[in-house]
């Protein structure tokens, strides 16, 4: 079945404490993104990666950091989570140019 | 500015009839795509439709369809035979340029309700 994973799907952290939310995708798609979720503003875009190796910030990237070494795998991390990264977050994967943007089921983030 | 605008922060439809969801947007790319994604309360984003920038006819899928009127830069959804299933957040969004990959630009969402 063709999916993107993400992991894990709700997490609760303390300020400060690294994290890694992973997303996988088996659909051989080049691109990849990271969206943030937050009420009233819609969704935004972190980073993304059009290809292996290659990865751009996208338009609220502060605070977070992306790789991109295998084509299937586009973790987020974000080294010192702070509150105001309270939010849900998704990953995206798609052929570029592609009509469909598959989604991952999200992730619910809360730094306390 | 905003280049992705829905104007209808929540709407009500009646179980069985059809629902138009606004979209307006704004580029100045000539080759774009858009999307309609639907956002039940379970969260996941669910791809309904897609149309791009050439394309001559509205894109459809199943009980969906995109109303797309290029000189208005609108993009409504309409969607037909309404369902209590379709009560869920919807979202247009659209991307500019093949060249970029894929971002996607969102409006901000209208919340649907379906009565019973």
């Known amino acids: 079945e063709a999916q993107v994973t993400q992991n894990p799907r709700y997490l609760i952290t303390v300020t400060g404490k690294k994290l890694t939310v992973t997303c996988s995708q088996n659909m051989n798609h080049e691109y990849m993104s990271w969206y943030r979720q937050d009420p009233g503003l819609g969704l935004r875009q972190i980073y993304y990666s059009m290809n292996v190796e290659v990865t751009d910030k996208g338009d609220v990237p502060e605070g977070y950091k992306v790789s991109r070494k295998e084509k299937r795998n586009f973790p987020l991390i974000l080294e010192s989570p702070s509150p105001n990264q309270t939010s849900l977050y998704f990953c995206?994967?798609?052929?570029?140019?592609?009509?469909?943007?598959?989604f991952g089921p999200g992730t619910r983030l809360l730094v306390l | 500015a905003q280049k992705i605008t829905q104007t209808q922060p929540g709407m009500f439809v009646q179980e069985k009839e059809a629902v138009t969801l606004d979209c307006t947007y704004d580029?100045?790319?000539?080759?774009?795509?858009l999307f309609w994604y639907k956002q039940p309360s379970s969260g996941e984003m669910i791809f309904l439709i897609y149309q791009g920038s050439y394309d001559e006819q509205n894109a459809t899928e199943g009980r969906y369809s995109l109303n797309f009127q290029k000189a208005r830069k609108s993009a409504n959804l309409v969607i037909s035979a309404s369902q209590l299933g379709d009560s869920a957040m919807y979202f247009c969004a659209m991307r500019e340029g093949y060249n970029q990959g894929g971002k996607l630009i969102f409006g901000q969402g209208t919340e649907l309700s379906v009565k019973p």
């Open positions: 580029t100045s790319d000539q080759s774009y795509g």
């Open positions: 995206a994967s798609s052929l570029l140019g592609g009509e469909t943007q598959y």
